[in-house]
């Protein structure tokens, strides 16, 4: 590279903006002894933002030691240097719970506690003044998937006067129990699942979205050749988790493991999908 190119780099290089990444906010809401905490992720400026409510899985938004899962602070950011405010309510850790994975008498269930969670969460949003009321969308990982397929159906649309969930994008749910109970959705939805998946299985989802055709808003469903569960996690080894409390075949064994290809795509098709 010559001496001029690198100059040339250099001076582009100052002229491109630098987003500073986003922190995470600690807020809690509620009504009554009804509280949840919750992480914010948001953009520069006073907004008013498009926002996502961003519900976690099974292992919680927390690890053991109290931190923030780096997956989650990992798309809170990205998606807040898009100009998306991304809410992060603590369906576990504030119940006093950790991960559920290996659980299987769960108090805290995706189709009951974690769709009014969900809710609480838009009823939050849609009183803060940074908030753009009527883009207010869900996004879900794996259980928190899960909650968000249960909040989109239409016999749980909210009854009061505000602007409904926009749209929502799912990446891994189990769709099972989903498909068995005619799932359809009353917003735009979107599922990301792994073609290799044995934990949440693709053909469940697929199954599932067939099933919705023709009584459904619209649902799409993008199957990632060769990509497990968590294919979105950056650099994560495929490693075989034991002691699941749920799995399809009843071992309790399942992959999780990233995929570069299918994480580019991810994090390009979720914030379209959810600015539409």
Not at 193 to 209: F, H, K, L, Y
Request: charged share 20%.
């Amino acid at each position: 590279m010559s001496q001029t190119t690198r100059i040339f780099i250099a001076l582009i290089s100052l002229l491109i903006p630098i987003v500073p990444l986003a922190a995470a906010e600690k807020i809690e809401f509620g009504v009554g002894e009804y509280r949840l905490n919750a992480e914010l992720y948001r953009p520069v400026g006073a907004g008013p933002f498009p926002t996502i409510v961003a519900m976690h899985g099974c292992g919680g938004l927390l690890d053991a030691a109290g931190r923030t899962r780096p997956q989650y602070v990992d798309w809170g950011q990205k998606l807040a240097a898009l100009g998306l405010a991304v809410l992060f309510p603590d369906s576990y850790a504030s119940r006093g719970l950790g991960s559920q994975c290996r659980v299987r008498s769960r108090t805290i269930q995706p189709f009951r506690e974690r769709v009014a969670d969900a809710q609480a969460a838009r009823n939050w949003l849609q009183a803060q003044d940074w908030v753009q009321k009527d883009r207010i969308s869900l996004l879900g990982w794996s259980n928190g998937a899960i909650a968000a397929l249960w909040t989109v159906r239409p016999r749980v649309a909210p009854r009061d006067s505000q602007p409904d969930f926009r749209s929502a994008v799912v990446l891994y749910p189990g769709c099972r129990r989903l498909g068995d109970s005619g799932w359809s959705a009353r917003i735009p939805t979107l599922i990301l699942i792994g073609s290799a998946d044995n934990w949440t299985p693709a053909r469940d989802c697929e199954q599932m979205v067939a099933g919705a055709r023709g009584r459904s808003a619209r649902a799409s469903i993008v199957k990632y050749r060769d990509a497990y569960h968590q294919f979105d996690r950056e650099n994560l080894p495929v490693v075989e988790l034991r002691g699941l409390a749920f799995t399809p075949d009843g071992s309790g064994r399942a992959f999780v493991g990233g995929n570069a290809d299918a994480r580019a795509d991810a994090l390009k098709r979720v914030p379209q999908w959810l600015t539409r």
